[in-house]
């Protein structure tokens, strides 16, 4: 049985007088996914987004969410997603709790004081919720963010960039937030963030966008299998395994030479026998690193970006 | 509605800066009470000279109506640059801030939001008037007393102890119709922009360029005034003639709430369709 479309955009494009933010652009997100969109600057994620939360509209396309249209149901619709766009701007004149008091009200939910401050303090915040949120920093004013995102509970949350500001350990507790919405609470999370690393450790499913236009989408597991890995090799005599490796079955596969190392790309199941290989001819291979992760997948992907 | 409009109330009175016009009208009221409780009886014998031929004037006419409506005279052309303090920055100051991300994704209609912002505003533009009639009216008639009025409109007019109140206190309401007008013309500013400031002073420049051609008795423009708002801003003098000309009232009004009405409009259409980019 198919899972059920939370997110269905199809041919989405916005335009901005001679500029094409969002191109055409085509994606499914299904229940409980958490669904990585990625792309550099100006890829068109947060336009996208804007589009999806009727921020703006776009020029051509659709937006379904929960199976109907944005346009018809824009209301409906809006009751069940809790999102931050870009970075959370709050009003800074009213406290933390005041604040989502507001914003609970106007969505409609129950902002019952047993509720703010169980939210508040989920993100970390319960000891200032009388504070101004002009005091807050820039991690605070995220982790506020993130608890208006949820105070209403909704089925799908959409995260733009959630742990820009952060330090480590709150980008930690995001990514553990994150998980535990999805696994704990069942809840479909459609987050952007350019921290590539994040997204892989999280996401189920990705997008990579670039200029608008999505370049790749799938299960994120099996888009990396698919790729060949980069592989970082030192060896003794760097030349002569230049050599082998272009007298091999690894031929044309080296992307860059520097000193003693040696990058090239190799699909996953051949590393093994390129190791032995280069050591059966003599060569002393003192590293070898592949490197798997989705930021040299995205690197790869984006590549030439701002040329 | 009622709902998203008392949240729109709390936003407004948590600013510091609804509290200027609150602030201004409070000492401008209180410099002119205080002047006019040392020299008060100058002032009447000066603005009387020209009547001591004619009339003899007895009794103190130096009351708190008279200075209420001192006031009122003085400060109808002031008041809407207080008001669009608040008004001009209700839809851009959300912009500025960046919350309108936070408002527009929340499910309510678009619709709903400007007229709550709109209703609020208004509720403002009312509490501004209450406080002119506390600290004009009601502070005067503590300090001064209350008495017989006297006019000093195309003449003289004395109006009687007892028919004044009601006369202040439909000035004060249609004295709202006119500064709703300014506030709206300040709201549809507000919508077009993504900074305070433009709408406040645009609303300023279109208010003063608005006034002098009101005043200037020429060629079209003679034509085009009696449909400039700024024109019937001053509908509410009509309570303190005597009778009440209750049909140039009615026109006045009916002139300004079609401007607001307009103003409303453009601003609802302007912000269903606006793009959302701050």
Known sequence: ?307 | MIKLTVIELQKIFKKWRTYIGFAAIGLLTAIVQISLYFEGSKYVSMATRSFKDQFVMSGDLMNGYFIANMILNGLFVHIPFLIVLVGGDLLAGEATAGTYRMLVTRPVSRFQILAAKFLAGNIYVLSMIAWLAFTSLGVSILIFGSGEMMILSNGITILAADDILWRFAGAYMVSFISLSTIFSLSFLFSSLVENAIGPIVATMAVLVILLLLSTMEIGILKDIKPYLFPAHMGLWSNYFSDPVDYSELTKSAGILLAHTAVFFGAAACIFQKKDILS
């Open chain 1, 1 to 307: 049985m198919e899972k059920e479309k939370i997110i269905e955009l199809t041919g989405l494009t916005k335009k901005f007088k001679d500029l094409v933010a969002v191109d055409s652009l085509n994606l499914n997100v299904y229940k409980g996914d958490v669904f990585g969109f990625l792309g550099p600057n100006g890829a068109g994620k947060s336009t996208t987004i804007r589009m999806m939360l009727s921020l703006i509209k776009p020029t051509r396309g659709e937006i379904k969410l929960f199976g109907k249209s944005l346009n018809e149901n824009r209301i409906e619709i809006l009751r069940k997603i809790g999102a931050i766009v870009e970075k959370p701007d709050f009003y800074l004149y009213l406290s933390a709790y005041k604040n989502l008091e507001i914003l609970g009200k106007i969505s409609g939910t129950d902002v019952s004081e047993k509720k703010i401050m169980e939210h508040l303090e989920l993100v970390g915040l319960e000891k200032r919720y009388k504070s101004k949120v002009k005091t807050f920093s820039h991690g605070m004013k995220q982790r506020l963010g993130l608890a208006q995102a949820l105070l209403h509970d909704p089925e799908l949350i959409i995260l733009d960039e959630p742990t820009t500001g952060l330090d480590p350990q709150g980008m930690k507790e995001v990514r553990d937030l994150v998980l535990y919405l999805s696994k704990e609470k069942g809840k479909t999370v459609f987050l952007s963030s350019h921290i590539l690393r994040e997204v892989e450790l999280i996401a189920s499913r990705m997008i990579i966008i670039n200029k608008g236009s999505a370049q790749v989408e799938g299960n994120v597991k099996d888009l990396l299998d698919s790729q060949n890995v980069s592989v970082l090799l030192e060896a003794d005599k760097p030349d002569e395994a230049v050599n082998l490796i272009e007298a091999s079955i690894w031929k044309g596969r080296i992307t860059s030479r520097s000193g003693n190392e040696i990058v090239l790309t190799a699909p996953k199941e051949t590393l093994a026998a390129l190791n032995k290989y280069l050591v059966e001819n003599k060569i002393e291979v003192s590293a070898f690193v592949p490197s798997r992760s989705l930021e040299e997948y995205f690197l790869k992907i984006t590549e030439g970006e701002g040329k």
